[in-house]
């Protein structure tokens, strides 16, 4: 029996706003908008996508013995999240300064502060948070020893999965235990770390090759592309007017892992966190903006289809359904 759905460890940041109209260029100066403060971090974000869905969610990270150290840990226990494994202390917390444009669009600059201690030795700490977690999520905003760490440090039976962001190579062992590993485009393409051309099927076959047991590509205004090595299918998501995308890339791999943890299928999963991302980017900031489940199911009656079963294919051949899009 498992205490926690879904353990997020990865970063906490302040997510320190700015609406812009367009981006500044080299050497270039811009107005923006008064500037806001948000809790953040891909790590954090996570945990609270999962808490306000309804899954029983802990958070293991590092913030700064500070202003915005509080305030992640009172957004974090404020959606319910379980903060016994936040570490405080060692460094400022982490923070995100971030530029929004018109059409929802962002940019984002993180130091990563507090986030650059969590170490290998801080999860070995937290064994037996890891060993009561039936599935692990995290990032790469916190450093790659400690991934590995927390690979090696899982129950046997759990379930882990990551989004390499920021992306980077990553080495075998880790590659081997994402089920999913979840990227985008251009994490696509730095993990692959050779060219590749603009077929995302093509992209999810070198991926799978390259150890894990599933992948998951979000593809924007086309949609999630699900594979592992034996299914494939484009999962399509909600059209929605897109008002502020920070933090809905986190929601969607919060809603896959706890969607997964509970049994469903792949697509199932990725289907519903479609419809959590889509929710997110309709209001302004990242946990602000998150979803409950009430909302999500709200949102699901303006989905354009219905999530396509997936297709059983042969190694060299696959199959996709339509699909209309997901938010990164």
Not at 182 to 192: C, F, G, M, S, T
């Amino acid at each position: 029996m498992y205490d926690y759905d879904l353990l997020v460890v990865g970063s906490a940041n302040a997510d320190l706003v700015i609406g812009v109209e367009r981006r500044p260029g080299p050497g270039e100066t811009v107005l923006g908008s008064d500037l806001s403060v948000h809790p953040g971090g891909k790590g954090a974000n996570q945990a609270v996508a999962a808490a306000r869905l309804g899954a029983r969610t802990a958070l293991l990270a590092r913030v700064g013995d500070d202003a915005h150290g509080r305030l992640l840990l009172d957004s974090q226990r404020s959606a319910g999240v379980d903060t016994a494994g936040v570490l405080s202390g060692g460094a400022p917390t982490g923070v995100a300064l971030i530029t929004v444009d018109p059409s929802g669009d962002n940019s984002i600059v993180v130091s990563p502060g507090a986030n650059a201690r969590l170490s290998p030795a801080d999860i070995r700490d937290a064994s037996a948070l890891l060993r009561a977690s039936r599935v692990v999520s995290a990032q790469l905003e916190i450093p790659l020893e400690t991934v590995g760490e927390v690979v090696a440090g899982m129950a046997p039976g759990s379930r882990f999965v990551l989004n390499p962001s920021p992306p980077v190579p990553l080495p075998a062992g880790i590659l081997a235990a994402c089920d999913p590993l979840i990227v985008n485009e251009h994490e696509a393409r730095v993990v692959l770390g050779a060219s590749v051309g603009d077929d995302p099927e093509e992209w999810a076959r070198a991926l799978l090759a390259l150890g894990p047991r599933s992948v998951v590509i979000t593809l924007g205004a086309r949609g999630a592309l699900v594979a592992d090595g034996r299914t494939t299918a484009l999962v399509p998501s909600v059209r929605v007017r897109a008002v502020d995308t920070t933090g809905a890339g986190d929601a969607f791999t919060a809603a896959l892992a706890w969607r997964l943890g509970a049994g469903e299928s792949l697509v199932e999963a990725a289907s519903y966190a479609a419809r959590v991302g889509a929710a997110a980017v309709t209001k302004e900031g990242a946990q602000v903006s998150f979803p409950t489940a009430a909302e999500v199911v709200s949102l699901a009656g303006a989905a354009p289809d219905p999530a396509p079963e997936p297709h059983v294919t042969a190694p060299e051949q696959t199959v996709s359904g339509p699909g209309q899009g997901v938010s990164e």
